[in-house]
């Protein structure tokens, strides 16, 4: 799957990634964190930070230790959570699995351009939850397409309960 939009949810302002199938016949909304949301906005419109943000952090210690990202996977939906595992080569050879929640794990797959895959039990889950969601309006916002003078903007309407996670 790809990163096939960021949006907003229309109610509650909460940032969405959508992943896409190739062939554009399935989607995966996930909910996630503003931040991760920029991190992910910053990478698909090629902005690059003065100085490494996280995930920047995270693939440049992945390659100095000699470790690849192999592959992300969203593997689970529980309790309308998604769960993702990181596949890692190390530099030895071995492939170890990291527990991570999707929005970083899709984020370090965009940074190191590693294949992202989701579970068919995960689809299928979150295509009977759609069903069962109201749909969205057409006014979301895409936070892909927004410029770099605008998420200044954006940012400074927040308020710090915007950064909040509920866990």
Do not use: C
Request: glycine residues 4%.
């Amino acid at each position: 799957m790809a990163v096939g939009a960021l949006t907003l949810d229309p109610t509650t302002k909460t940032p969405i990634v959508v992943l896409k199938d190739p062939d554009n016949k399935l989607n995966l909304p996930i909910w996630i964190g503003l931040l991760e949301a920029a991190s992910m906005a910053t990478e698909l419109e090629g902005i690059k930070p003065q100085r490494p943000m996280t995930h920047d952090l995270m693939r440049n210690l992945m390659g100095e230790l000699g470790g690849k990202i192999e592959s992300i996977a969203v593997t689970d939906l529980k309790d309308n959570t998604y769960y993702a595992l990181l596949e890692i080569k190390t530099r030895d050879g071995k492939t170890i699995y990291v527990d991570s929640r999707p929005s970083d794990a899709i984020s370090l797959a965009l940074r190191t351009k590693a294949p992202i895959y989701v579970a068919k039990k995960v689809l299928e889950a979150s295509s009977e939850l759609q069903q069962a969601a109201p749909t969205p309006s057409s006014n979301e916002q895409n936070l892909a397409g927004v410029a770099r003078d605008k998420w200044a903007e954006i940012l400074e309407k927040m308020s710090p309960d915007d950064f909040k996670y509920k866990m």
